[in-house]
């Protein structure tokens, strides 16, 4: 007895994929806004080089065109912190990690005194080295001219 009438398809069926795609799509599209780090500053224009990327995420000090001091590794990173818990947490985290890449993050319209105020904090807590957070979006074109 032969069959008749159907024959095997040799395509396949995209429109579950284009489902789950989509769905992922949204759920980036949501979830890109929240993963902003630390508090929005201005960030003044440098053409610094970048560095290498770590495996362990860089403990950063935002300081707020007000002049307040905000951590990355609090609890509530946007609240923010005086002096001396600044200097406790950061020494805390010095201590557990002492390869830890220290970072400022500072608005352009700050007062340079309060930057070098959260520099001698960091320092006091046990930071050898600190590095600043720049925005390169211009500074690339400053160095073409």
Not at 47 to 55: N, R, T, V
Not at 105 to 125: E, F, N, P, S
């Amino acid at each position: 007895m032969a069959r008749r009438g159907r024959k095997l398809m040799g395509e396949i069926n995209v429109v579950p994929y284009i489902d789950v795609m989509l769905v992922l799509l949204i759920i980036f599209m949501l979830t890109a806004p929240m993963m902003s780090q630390g508090i929005k500053v201005d960030l003044p224009k440098a053409g610094a080089e970048s560095l290498k990327p770590s495996d362990q995420p860089p403990l950063i000090l935002s300081v707020d065109k007000a002049g307040r001091f905000y951590l990355s590794v609090s609890s509530r990173p946007e609240d923010p912190l005086d002096g001396d818990t600044v200097m406790q947490r950061v020494s805390a985290v010095l201590r557990r990690a002492p390869e830890t890449t220290v970072l400022v993050k500072a608005d352009a319209a700050v007062a340079y005194g309060k930057v070098v105020q959260g520099m001698v904090l960091l320092q006091r807590a046990g930071a050898q080295q600190v590095g600043f957070v720049t925005d390169p979006a211009t500074a690339a074109r400053a160095n073409r001219k």
